[in-house]
């Protein structure tokens, strides 16, 4: 059964960067697309972009000048930069396997902007 | 950007009532259309793709019709489980959009 895990900082500052990382255990993350989702306090999914394990990238227009996703497939792993945050990016934000439909997500990480 | 609405925001039902929930796009999306379930503190689930195919483990009480612009989630008999909130979500166009959700409450 593929798991997924998301990790990194539950607080960032206003205008710093938020980085987090997704671990795929039970199963290869290579030859899959994998996403990164994200939903403020009690609203809707926004799709933020997608990574294939070759290292392409498709990102949401709306925050495409400051995302940056990678991936290290030597450990399993994919991770989700985004810069120069501001309160409107406080969300919980989950990784998920797929860029069509999404079928294994994490549980969520909360990450919160605040000084 | 593709738009997505769904209807109505809130939906009261009674256990084993029949639920059915809408959902519009702003342009067509041919079948390109994924219905998820998220319940308070949880991941979205997966439940239909391609408009109308149950995704692995779903049961045959949900069942998804439609194309082009207009979607239907159908819950045929409601179980307690299945109180939750409801996501559409577009995958013809880039980016992936998903709709407002529709809650689902006891009645």
């Known amino acids: 059964q593929v798991q997924l895990q998301e990790s990194g900082p539950g607080l960032v500052k206003p205008s710093e960067t938020l980085s987090l990382t997704c671990t795929v255990s039970?199963?290869?993350?290579?030859?899959?697309?994998w996403s990164w989702i994200r939903q403020p306090a009690g609203k809707g999914l926004e799709w933020i972009g997608r990574?294939?394990?070759?290292?392409?990238?498709n990102y949401n227009p709306s925050l495409k000048s400051r995302v940056t996703m990678s991936v290290d497939t030597s450990k399993n792993q994919f991770s989700l930069k985004l810069s120069s945050v501001t309160a409107a990016d406080t969300a919980v934000y989950y990784c998920?396997?797929?860029?069509?439909?999404?079928?294994?997500w994490g549980q969520g990480t909360l990450v919160t902007v605040s000084s | 950007e593709i738009v997505m609405t769904q209807s109505p925001a809130t939906l009261s039902v009674s256990p084993g009532e029949r639920a059915t929930l809408s959902c519009r796009a702003s342009q067509s999306v041919s079948s390109n259309l994924a219905w998820y379930q998220q319940k308070p503190g949880q991941a979205p689930r997966l439940l239909i793709y391609g408009a109308s195919t149950r995704a692995t483990g779903i049961p045959a009480r949900f069942s998804g019709s439609g194309s082009g612009t207009e979607f239907t989630l159908t819950i045929s008999s409601l179980q307690s489980e299945d109180f939750a909130v409801y996501y559409c979500q577009q995958y013809n166009n880039w980016p992936r959009t998903f709709g407002p959700g529709t809650k689902v409450d006891i009645k």
């Open positions: 998920a396997r797929g860029a069509t439909t999404f079928d294994y």
């Open positions: 990574i294939y394990t070759s290292g392409s990238t």
């Open positions: 039970g199963g290869s993350i290579s030859s899959y697309y």
